[in-house]
Structure formats: structure tokens, C-alpha cells
């Protein structure tokens, strides 16, 4: 069942697709924080919703796949480490530090036991406790630092959870724990849905988009990992059923079938129809991901494109990628393990 030796786990366009998800948020977000009218057209076309959904089917698929092909669970989570919190890290301490040029709070204020749960809070993935610096962001729509960081606890639950699920596969067999697993996940967030809709709490939809709501998308991804050859065989088939359940879902919800249905969109377009080695440039789309809100939001305190809101998009794109880039090769890249495709897809790349 284990896909080791498939020559698409080798030439796929996951990085490209990730770069593209992550660039779907940024575009939204900008809209989002910024309220410009003008940039409303990216959120009717876009979804940063629907992005995030397919990031944790792509880790599903790949984090389940590292694990089966790791000898020991400590190299396991040493990859996992290395690969996602050194930058997680740097963002964290780099806005704690700097953002009190922008702070109105003096220097003693702002370094403060706020200041302290900030940086415990964030640093440990629980952002939602402290989202805000002291006087940093205030004037703006949205005062959170970094709205975007609460997936990174979601993701970093999931590589817990992933060698306890490998241990039940085992055990018990990968089909009907996946089943069991997806289904569970799939209930607990329409409950709580229900629930945030009889008593208009909000807390409710919060709770439904944590760990066990977003879980289905992970082990959608998880499933076509496990089933790849099934997949391949019948790939025009559930293309097709899955484009259909997709459309059906926006006007009418399939909601168990709907994390499935995007699971296999997003890996037909990972595994097929191959585009290119994007890996050999290195993967700019985590550090995409974890800089562009500071980023929005001091473009927005900056007051500089208050008028000119396409100008503010395109400084957004450009000092995120640059950022992004730099963040890769200062940071992530250095502490990549020597057998990281990455490594091996830029020693690829010709002179």
C-alpha cells in the first residue's frame, strides 16, 4: 500500500500549489484588513478560506508520507521541527521586537507583562491568547499582529496526531480508521455550526474551525496518500465525481463529502499534469504565509496608499516575496536535514 517508489511522489507540483495557496490568503487578506472597496473583486473571486482547507490536504498527504518513510518517530519530529519553527520563530520575535517603532506606547509600557504573554503565547501556538502588542495596530481595522498564525497550531497538532494514527492503521487496518476519523470530524463541525446558529455565539464557529473541525481535510489528504493507486487508476473518475460534489456544495451543502471532494481536486493538480521543478528555487510559500499580515497591517498603519489601493496590493506582493525569499535563505533553508528535497531539487538546477 506504502507509495515509496511512485515516480510522482518525486515530480509533483505541491510547491507550486502551496506558493499558490499562500498567495491566495495574502490577496485576500489585503482586501480583508485593508477595507478598500476597490480590492473587493479578489475576495469574490478568492478564497482564503478554501486555501487553508487545501494547505492541511496537501500536509495531510505529504506529512503522512515523510512519517511512513522516517525510521524513527525523534528523526520524524526533528523534520517537522526544523522545517517549520525556526521562521515561525523569527516572525514572532522579530514583531516583538520591532513593532514598537510603530507602538504609542512608550518603552517601559510596551515591554511589559503583555508584551511577555505575547511572545510565550505565540511562540508556544497559542496565539489567541495574546494576538496584540501593546499600542501596536490600534488605528487599524483589525489590531492583531498576526491573524494568520492560529493554522500553525492546527498544523502542528496534526503532526502529533500523526504518528498515533500510523500506530492504529496498523493495528486496526487505514480504512476503517480514516473513515472513522474523517466522519468524527466532519460531525463535530456541524454540530458546533448548528450550535453557533441557535445561539449566535461565535465562539462556537471559532471552535469548529479548530483541530478536530479542520481534521477531515487532513485525513482526506492522508487517504489518497494510502489509496494512490486506486487513485491513479480511476483518477478521471473521481475527478469528475469531485468536481460535481464541489458545485453541488455551493448552493447545496455536502458537507461529508465536500473535504474528500477538494482532497482530490487539490492532489489531481498536485500529481498530474506536471508543471516543473518549482522546489529547485527553494519554498517560499511558508514564509509567504507567516510574514504577509505584519506586513499588511503596517502598510495600513503607514497610511502611504490610503488612496491608491492597487499600489498598496503590489507593495504587499512585493515586500512579502522579498521578505519571504530572504526568510528562506537566512532561516529555513539552513536548517533543512541534507536529504530535504529541496536540497537535493536545487543541486538539480542548472548553472
Known amino acids: 500500500m506504502l507509495q515509496h517508489n511512485n515516480p510522482r511522489l518525486k515530480k509533483n507540483n505541491f510547491d507550486l500549489l502551496r506558493l499558490l495557496f499562500a498567495g ?3 490577496l485576500v487578506h489585503a482586501h480583508q484588513l485593508s477595507g478598500f472597496q ?52 523569527t516572525v514572532v520575535i522579530l514583531c516583538a521586537l520591532s513593532l514598537i517603532a510603530v507602538s504609542s506606547e512608550n518603552i517601559g509600557d510596551y515591554f511589559s507583562f503583555v508584551w511577555i504573554k505575547y511572545v510565550f503565547s505565540n511562540l508556544t501556538f497559542l496565539n489567541f491568547l495574546q494576538p496584540t502588542l501593546p499600542g501596536v495596530f490600534d488605528t487599524n481595522n483589525m489590531s492583531a499582529v498576526n491573524g494568520a ?68 481535510y487532513f485525513m482526506a489528504g492522508a487517504f489518497i496518500y494510502y489509496f494512490l493507486p486506486l487513485f491513479e487508476r480511476r483518477a478521471g473518475y473521481f475527478l469528475t465525481a469531485a468536481t460535481l460534489v464541489l458545485l453541488i456544495n455551493m448552493f447545496f451543502p455536502l458537507l461529508i463529502l465536500e473535504p474528500l471532494a477538494l482532497a482530490i481536486v487539490v492532489v489531481f493538480f498536485g500529481l498530474f499534469l506536471y508543471l516543473g521543478n518549482f522546489g529547485k528555487y527553494g519554498d517560499f510559500s511558508y514564509g509567504i504565509y507567516i510574514l504577509h499580515f505584519p506586513i499588511i497591517q ?23 516575496t522579498g521578505s519571504s525569499i530572504a526568510m528562506w535563505h537566512l532561516v529555513e533553508k539552513r536548517f ?16
Not at 336 to 351: F, G
Open 24 to 26: 491566495t490568503v495574502l
Open 38 to 89: 476597490q480590492l473587493g473583486i479578489i475576495s469574490s473571486v478568492l478564497s482564503s478560506a478554501v486555501a487553508v482547507k487545501a494547505f492541511f490536504v496537501v500536509s495531510g498527504f505529504l506529512i503522512f508520507m515523510s512519517f511512513e518513510r522516517t525510521d524513527t518517530i525523534s528523526a520524524y519530529a526533528k523534520k517537522r521541527i526544523c522545517r517549520i519553527y525556526p521562521a515561525y520563530f
Open 149 to 216: 498564525l492560529w493554522t500553525l497550531k492546527i498544523e502542528a497538532m496534526f503532526y502529533l496526531t500523526v504518528p498515533v494514527f500510523v500506530f492504529l492503521f496498523r493495528k486496526f487496518s487505514h480504512l476503517p480508521v480514516l473513515i472513522f476519523v474523517y466522519c468524527s470530524s466532519v460531525s463535530y463541525a456541524e454540530v458546533l455550526a448548528v450550535v453557533a446558529e441557535r445561539t449566535g455565539s461565535g465562539i462556537y464557529v471559532e471552535l469548529a474551525r479548530q483541530l478536530p473541525g479542520q481534521l477531515s
Open 298 to 320: 503596517l502598510l495600513i498603519y503607514s497610511n502611504w496608499f490610503h488612496e491608491s489601493p492597487w499600489y498598496f496590493l503590489m507593495a504587499v506582493i512585493v515586500i512579502t
Open 336 to 351: 533543512l536535514i541534507r536529504k530535504s528535497h529541496y536540497i537535493t531539487a536545487a543541486a538539480t538546477r542548472k548553472p
